[in-house]
């Protein structure tokens, strides 16, 4: 399973998963929501994702260090302020949150397995490859760091 580790940069993964959230829209009828609320939840998603996205990519490009994932070697310091201090992957949040959105826009029972999908490979196949190449590289203060701080929300 280690063929599958930092394989996919994660934008690319979000779009197969919401191609494939679509697909699962055809199985099942969807939710009847008011318009209203229809749109209010997928409006808050979309602006969750943001909350946690964008301030990310802010703070690495502050500390100048790379936002490739798959690349994870190329890391040249510890991300630890701003948003950082709240969750260790507010990137991966933020697509998650894209994901719930579209989810919620699409409206159908079977597409809130996209988000879970996600969650789960990109911890697997994603976030604990880039948690140990943290740890080799910085060791201590990176391990200071994953202590104190979450890894999701």
């Not at 394989?7 to 055809?26: D, E, S, Y």
């Not at 994702?49 to 994932?69: E, N, V, W």
Request: a positive charge; aromatic letters at 16%; hydrophobic letters at 55%.
């Amino acid at each position: 399973m280690q063929t599958l580790e930092n394989r996919l940069p994660p934008p690319f993964l979000t779009l197969i998963v919401a191609a494939a959230m679509w697909g699962l829209t055809f199985l099942a009828p969807p939710f009847a929501l008011g318009a209203a609320l229809h749109y209010a939840l997928v409006a808050l998603f979309l602006a969750l994702g943001g909350l946690y996205a964008f301030p990310a990519f802010i703070a690495f490009g502050r500390a100048k260090t790379t936002i490739d994932p798959v690349h994870i070697d190329r890391a040249s310091t510890i991300v630890t302020t701003g948003i950082y201090r709240f969750t260790r992957n507010p990137m991966y949040v933020g697509l998650t949150c894209l994901l719930l959105g579209w989810s919620a826009f699409l409206a159908s029972p079977w597409t809130a397995l996209g988000p879970l999908f996600f969650v789960l490979y990109i911890t697997k196949f994603q976030i604990a490859p880039e948690e140990r190449a943290m740890e080799a590289r910085f060791g201590t203060p990176y391990l200071l760091y994953k202590s104190r701080v979450r890894r999701w929300i």
